[in-house]
């Protein structure tokens, strides 16, 4: 394939190098895709293939792919369905669905229709396989990849132990308030010194819980637009929405921002990372969808459709490379959820919610109303956790004592070249009759 279409667009400057060489090529996949298309006898691919009679001995003559029906019996569905391989990119279904899916979030969060602009998405392994593709389609070694000072501990071995990228750090946090200067500040300093740069967001917070207004979106999208236009240099924003749904408190925005940095500078390039891990309370699941905001700058409206497919390529050749494909069982399952399921799905997991909910209101009002001594609570208002700083003392010290002393489990961020000592409370998992012993013994071993 001929990639004319993204060497037009910021794009082709934002690629890494790995990037910019590697390709799908034509080969098991695409005679298989044509086989099964034009061939009377298909000796394609590596799947074995034989008749019921074959396997059960019952005189039935349809020709099936090979299955254990002990398997598909426990999974309840149809066994082309485990058996069969799923297509690099994902199950078109689902591909589509997941579409519909992040067009109705935006929409219904938002007010933002983000469909003329939104790839269909490639389904990944989970988020941290689509971490892992940013990593390797934008960063090569000692680029900056620009992060807030309290951050899950997986990017620092994505970006900076794996891919070699030079972690750039900024406070989170500025008088109590997401620190919108502070971020823009380290964005221009870090264009101002590279070609490129790599920017991750990750709300509802991991590890804080925190999650920004609608009007700090509005701002940080502005804000960024205004540095990459002024500097000619693409950005790109990467919205890890593992936590997408989890917002407690109205203040505060109740989608990604995704939808607010779609249409925005040319140079500015938005990608979306989701999973089923917590939006569709499916940990072992390991599914998850990877897209990105065209700009419709970027190529005439005529020519989109070559532009998705040369992305798409890419971004298959990278999935081909490493782990090939996504469990087909598990995408199917989600398929189903989405298109079959969606109202029942989205009134469980409210129930979820509702219940870390409560959790979150119980936790929070037990620390303002007897704050924990030597410590402070950064600000928090989704998610699964919330971050104390501990005064005085190592982190991992008191996360040793809670242990010891306690018998309660947290834990420990030291990051003491940044000024970060702490510890992530994963209420979550804390049953709500728990949290005052939870809150008691942190009490105890702050003191």
Request: proline content about 5%.
């Amino acid at each position: 394939m001929e990639f004319t279409h993204i060497q037009q667009t910021p794009l082709w400057e934002a690629f890494s190098k790995l990037a910019r060489r590697i390709s799908l090529p034509d080969g098991i996949f695409y005679w298989s895709g044509r086989a099964k298309k034009e061939a009377d006898i298909n000796a394609t691919i590596g799947s074995a293939y034989g008749t019921n009679s074959d396997l059960f001995g019952n005189g039935d003559q349809t020709w099936t792919i090979l299955y254990v029906k002990y398997v598909t019996d426990l999974y309840k569905i149809p066994p082309q369905e485990i058996a069969e391989y799923a297509p690099i990119g994902g199950l078109p279904e689902l591909r589509q669905s997941w579409k519909n899916w992040i067009i109705y979030k935006c929409q219904n969060g938002a007010g933002i229709d983000v469909k003329p602009y939104l790839t269909s998405p490639l389904i990944t392994a989970g988020v941290t396989d689509g971490l892992a593709i940013v990593g390797a389609m934008f960063l090569d070694a000692g680029d900056h990849i620009i992060l807030p000072d309290k951050y899950w501990e997986n990017y620092a071995l994505i970006y900076g132990t794996i891919q070699q990228g030079e972690i750039q750090y900024f406070p989170f946090f500025l008088d109590g308030k997401f620190n919108l200067d502070g971020m823009v500040d380290r964005v221009r300093a870090s264009l101002e010194e590279k070609s490129k740069a790599v920017l991750l967001l990750n709300f509802p917070n991991n590890p804080t819980g925190f999650v920004p207004t609608i009007e700090d979106y509005r701002q940080i999208a502005e804000r960024l637009s205004s540095v990459v236009d002024e500097l000619q240099k693409p950005l790109v924003l990467v919205s890890d929405d593992a936590y997408d749904g989890y917002t407690y408190d109205d203040n505060a925005a109740c989608c990604s921002i995704f939808p607010y940095l779609v249409n925005q500078s040319p140079y500015l390039i938005p990608i979306k990372l989701d999973g089923v891990s917590k939006e569709m309370l499916m940990y072992g699941g390991r599914v998850g969808a990877f897209s990105i905001g065209i700009h419709p700058n970027w190529v005439d409206g005529s020519e989109k459709a070559a532009l998705e497919a040369e992305i798409n390529n890419k971004l298959e050749g990278y999935i081909r490379g490493t782990i090939s494909n996504t469990s087909r069982s598990n995408q199917y399952v989600i398929n189903d959820l989405l298109i079959n399921n969606m109202e029942q799905f989205l009134a469980q997991r409210d129930a979820s919610v509702n219940l870390l909910r409560r959790r979150y209101e119980l936790i929070n009002k037990l620390l303002k109303d007897d704050p924990l001594p030597n410590a402070t609570v950064d600000p928090n208002n989704g998610g699964f956790f919330l971050f104390v700083n501990v005064e005085g003392r190592k982190a991992s010290d008191v996360a040793d004592q809670l242990l010891k002393q306690e018998k309660v489990g947290v834990i420990p961020f030291e990051t003491p070249e940044i000024g970060v000592n702490g510890l992530r409370v994963a209420y979550c998992s804390v049953a709500e009759e728990d949290i005052p012993r939870l809150v008691d013994a942190l009490r105890a071993c702050l003191s």
